[in-house]
């Protein structure tokens, strides 16, 4: 009963204490020192404070001149990044940890100088502008560990400029040790949480749009990169993180963070609704909303660049916030009725980022830069939401695509197999066509065969005629040739004579080979050349050169022609080229001038053409060689002088 009662009266004293620390004296001055009792402590009623504007004053005229400073709560608003100095007495306890962690939030820099009576103990900075180096060890920029002894009085002088350009707010607490670490470790924890399921979503989506070139994953990628961005320069990790030694500078890419996720949500919109396509004219108002947003990142920039005043910044954007709420608003509306339940998932997240934007900017509004407490846990909660329902949508739109594919698929597969069954008629009927077409050409290439047997018949009995009546003029002609006394007439029969056996000669070569084939120059020439001179020179004192290639030939149209001009030629050589000649030479060429020209040579070296004498006179046969020449589309030229020499064009 005793031990309850005990129990009861120090519950009852803890319960008085907050009341005892918060009387004063009529003058508005504290009645006594803040008693540190190892619990968090609010140091806000026991500050007093001077104005410092143009930054002078130092610590050792303040601390010895106490009456300087006024009351905090009797002081009005003054210039927001003047210098104030603050200042409270603080007393420990008999315990342990009496309270040694000083806390704040949001002031950019904050000087700390611990006086026992007169003597500084100790000159700490902070602040959330506060480099790095300039920290001390086991500091954090808005928290810093004072050495206090226990059953102390010591005062604590603060100046404190904030560079923002909002008001400052000296939400000072002095915390035990252990508990502020506690409470850190449950933040820090609580965040890590956070962005852990943030970064496993952003590295999601990375794969998913690397895989599926899905355009809406990369709109969904910059979403979470930026707002993911500005949770983290918000609650302070990416000052942390990348730039300890320069928290100003980074401390400029907050808001375009922000711009950058709302440019990731505006893209992801437009193309998952297919806004361009499905609904033209909102896209036709929205379209700007891109040049609306780098505009407002850059005046951003410049303003907190140039000018520093983040408050200034912050209201425009609050000024800004109800048109871009009216805009979401109105595309909702206009496209709820037009869009499916799948993409309505979306239209969900969309509607929860305006919720949460109007949070942040009511609580901006009420809080000032306070506010910026609650953003790291409402973004990142946001994030998380948006992601779900996209990825809820995503997947219900790709079932219905899946279910929309399958009925296609069984519809084409239908149609396909009545298209087959179709073909499968159609190449019947083709088919039976086909074999009454083939029956019917089978008939005519048996008629067809009898008819090429029964004419090949009639051509072999034409050529056996042929060759039968050239042979019996020819014998005709030869018995002849003894009996006929007269000159000229017996020259006149041996120049028949030959003709018949140079044709003859040709009409064997052409029964030896097929129909459209050719003739060799060599051999044939060779062939009428031997008879011609068993004729005309019986002694064989000419001689015969030829330079004509083995594989040289002529086709069988041109060999009569051919086989004519030469036995015109050979026969007036033999007749009158060559009178009491002491080496006679008849020289015949042929060389190929192309795949489809022979250029033919013929020269001997007998009289030649006496000058003034006509070339009919000494050649008769030259009429006739220049009609064969041009019934064979060749062309001749002739020459005179040491003999006579002839050189043909002939297509082969």
């Known amino acids: 009963m005793a031990h309850g009662i005990s129990f009861l009266q120090r519950s009852g004293l803890l319960l008085l204490i907050p009341f005892i620390l918060c009387l004063h004296q009529a003058d508005g001055s504290p009645l006594t020192s803040p008693l540190l009792i190892g619990q968090r402590l609010s140091l806000r009623p026991w500050f007093t404070v001077v104005e410092d504007s143009a930054g002078t004053l130092s610590p050792d005229q303040l601390i010895s001149h106490p009456t300087t400073f006024v009351p905090l709560d009797t002081v009005q608003k003054g210039n927001p990044t003047s210098y104030y100095w603050l200042r409270a007495d603080l007393r420990t306890g008999d315990i342990n940890d009496p309270g040694r962690v000083l806390t704040f939030s949001n002031l950019t820099f904050v000087d700390v100088y611990l006086y026992a009576g007169t003597t500084l103990i100790v000159h700490k900075t902070a602040g959330a502008f506060r480099p790095h180096n300039e920290l001390a060890d086991g500091d954090g920029r808005l928290n810093t560990m004072l050495p206090l002894d226990r059953n102390k009085t010591y005062t604590l002088l603060l100046r404190v400029h904030h560079t923002k350009h909002y008001q400052p707010v000296f939400d000072f607490e002095m915390l035990p040790k252990r508990q502020f670490f506690d409470a850190l470790r449950v933040k820090e924890s609580f965040d890590a949480a956070l962005l852990g399921a943030v970064s496993v979503f952003f590295v999601y989506t990375l794969?998913?749009?690397?895989?599926?070139?899905?355009?809406?994953?990369?709109?969904?990628?910059?979403?979470?990169?930026?707002?993911?961005?500005?949770?983290?320069?918000?609650?302070?990790?990416?000052?942390?993180?990348?730039?300890?030694?320069?928290?100003?500078?980074?401390?400029?890419?907050?808001?375009?963070?922000?711009?950058?996720?709302?440019?990731?949500?505006?893209?992801?919109?437009?193309?998952?609704?297919?806004?361009?396509?499905?609904f033209p004219r909102i896209y036709a108002w929205l379209r700007w909303t891109p040049v609306l947003l780098a505009a407002r990142s850059l005046s951003s920039l410049g303003i907190n660049f140039l000018t520093g005043d983040y408050r200034l910044s912050n209201y425009i954007d609050r000024m800004c916030y109800p048109l871009m709420l009216i805009a979401v608003t109105a595309l909702l509306w206009a496209c709820w009725p037009r869009i499916n339940p799948a993409r309505r998932y979306l239209a969900y997240g969309i509607a929860l980022f305006g919720l949460a934007g109007l949070f942040l900017t009511a609580n901006a509004l009420l809080h000032q830069e306070r506010s910026l407490t609650s953003v790291g846990m409402v973004g990142d909660c946001t994030i998380l939401t948006i992601f779900l329902l996209f990825s809820t949508g995503l997947k219900e739109e790709m079932r219905q695509h899946e279910l929309a594919k399958q009925a296609v698929l069984e519809e084409l597969t239908r149609l396909q197999q009545q298209q087959n069954t179709i073909l499968e008629k159609r190449v019947e009927e083709r088919t039976e066509a086909l074999n009454v077409s083939n029956r019917r050409l089978l008939n005519q290439k048996h008629l067809l065969a009898e008819r090429n047997g029964k004419i090949e018949i009639l051509i072999n009995e034409l050529n056996h005629r042929v060759k039968n009546n050239l042979q019996l003029l020819y014998s005709l002609f030869s018995l002849q040739l003894p009996i006929v006394k007269d000159g000229t007439s017996r020259e006149m029969l041996k120049g028949n004579i030959g003709k018949i056996r140079a044709m003859m000669l040709v009409n064997q070569k052409l029964l030896n080979y097929e129909k459209d084939s050719n003739v060799g120059l060599c051999e044939f020439i060779s062939e009428l050349a031997v008879h011609l001179q068993k004729i005309y020179d019986t002694k064989e004192k000419t001689r015969i050169v030829q330079d004509i290639p083995a594989g040289l030939r002529l086709s069988d149209k041109h060999t009569l022609s051919f086989g004519l001009i030469l036995s015109e030629l050979f026969t007036n050589t033999f007749k009158h080229a060559f009178r009491d000649h002491p080496d006679p030479c008849i020289r015949v060429e042929a060389t190929a001038v192309n795949d489809h020209l022979v250029e033919f040579g013929y020269s001997d070296n007998g009289v030649g053409i006496p000058a003034g004498e006509s070339n009919e006179?000494?050649?008769?046969?030259?009429?006739?060689?220049?009609?064969?020449?041009?019934?064979?589309?060749?062309?001749?030229?002739?020459?005179?002088?040491?003999?006579?020499?002839?050189?043909?064009?002939i297509p082969v």
Do not use: E, H
């Not at 961005?229 to 980074?250: L, M």
């Open 207 to 278: 794969l998913s749009w690397v895989v599926s070139r899905f355009r809406p994953y990369l709109w969904l990628l910059l979403f979470i990169g930026g707002i993911g961005c500005y949770v983290v320069s918000s609650s302070g990790y990416w000052i942390d993180w990348f730039s300890p030694d320069n928290p100003a500078a980074a401390w400029l890419l907050n808001a375009q963070f922000l711009y950058i996720g709302v440019l990731g949500l505006y893209l992801l919109v437009v193309d998952f609704w297919r806004l361009r396509k499905d």
């Open 617 to 649: 006179k000494f050649t008769m046969g030259i009429p006739l060689i220049k009609d064969l020449t041009r019934q064979m589309n060749g062309q001749m030229t002739i020459s005179g002088g040491k003999g006579l020499s002839y050189s043909f064009t």
